[in-house]
């Protein structure tokens, strides 16, 4: 079984709690609205701006929610010097084993400078 970080909780949680209350105002608004008849143009002018508004913040919460819950936690900070050290360690031993190659393979060919080719120019005065 896999454990769960404090964080991926909370996460879990504020996801939760968003997508309830997203379904709690939206069957209060629509379903239970009004017992004694239908609402007025005025009050419509006002509930689907908000609606919207409110579902959009609810969904921004939950997309939230759920990242922090399916991201796994980092690696302790001791795990992650201790990787940085052995790193450190096998790139120093590999050194001298690159320095023991000849050294007529490790200099490129020498190339004819191109001062050489070119003619010298005067300069007028």
Not at 67 to 93: G, R
Not at 111 to 119: D, I, S, V
Request: proline share 10%.
């Amino acid at each position: 079984m896999r454990m769960v970080s404090k964080d991926q909780t909370i996460g879990g949680v504020i996801c939760a709690v968003c997508v309830i209350v997203a379904v709690l105002y939206t069957l209060g608004l629509f379903y239970f609205g009004n017992p004694s008849g239908g609402w007025s143009i005025e009050f419509w002018l006002i509930a689907i701006p908000v609606f919207i508004a409110f579902i959009a913040i609810l969904a921004i919460g939950a997309w939230i929610g759920w990242t922090m819950a399916t991201t796994p936690p980092p690696k302790p900070i001791e795990e992650i010097t201790s990787e940085m050290e052995t790193e450190q360690k096998t790139t120093v031993e590999e050194k001298p084993a690159a320095e023991e190659k000849p050294a007529e393979e490790a200099q490129p060919p020498e190339q004819p400078a191109e001062e050489e080719k070119t003619p010298a120019k005067k300069r007028k005065t």
